[in-house]
């Protein structure tokens, strides 16, 4: 009967370890596709999905002072997400992302859940790029900060 406990108090903390694996764990800083002395361009973009499942990526607003949204997004809560990556993948219909442009022509898509990698040599955009998640309403409001500016 007590080998019975044992075992059964073993197996429910192999359990719960294996689901704390999952868990969302804070992170310092978020760590750009390339360096931030390359970035070109900063702009809010909605994507969304044609018919054909093609990616739709329709600029809303073109951000004019970089340094200053780089400071903003980095008070942002992030998170690194130890499990399967999730991209900016729209789910829904059309989704606001971050849209980070390096002068060597590649670029990532950010939302609150993930993000997305297009890397211009192999013109190809990877979805699930990064395990980092963002604070749901810190980003949203990041981003309705700069799409109710000046439109």
Not at 10 to 34: G, H, M, P, T, W
Not at 120 to 133: C, I, P
Request: a negative charge.
């Amino acid at each position: 009967m007590k080998r019975n406990r044992i075992t059964s108090l073993l197996l429910v903390l192999a359990v719960c370890f294996s689901f704390s694996a999952c868990k969302v764990r804070f992170s310092e800083k978020y760590q750009f596709i390339d360096s931030e002395e390359n970035i070109d361009a900063i702009s809010i973009v909605k994507i969304s999905y044609n018919d054909s499942s093609e990616l739709i990526q329709t600029n809303i607003k073109t951000v004019d002072d970089k340094d200053g949204f780089l400071e903003k997004f980095r008070s942002v809560g992030c998170y690194i997400y130890f499990g399967d990556p999730v991209g900016p993948d729209s789910t829904e219909d059309e989704d606001k992302v971050i849209k980070i442009s390096y002068k060597n022509g590649s670029y990532e898509l950010i939302n609150h859940c993930g993000q997305s990698e297009y890397i211009s040599e192999k013109d190809k955009l990877s979805f699930y790029a990064g395990f980092n998640v963002f604070d749901k309403e810190q980003f949203e409001a990041l981003i309705s900060e700069y799409v109710t500016k000046e439109q």
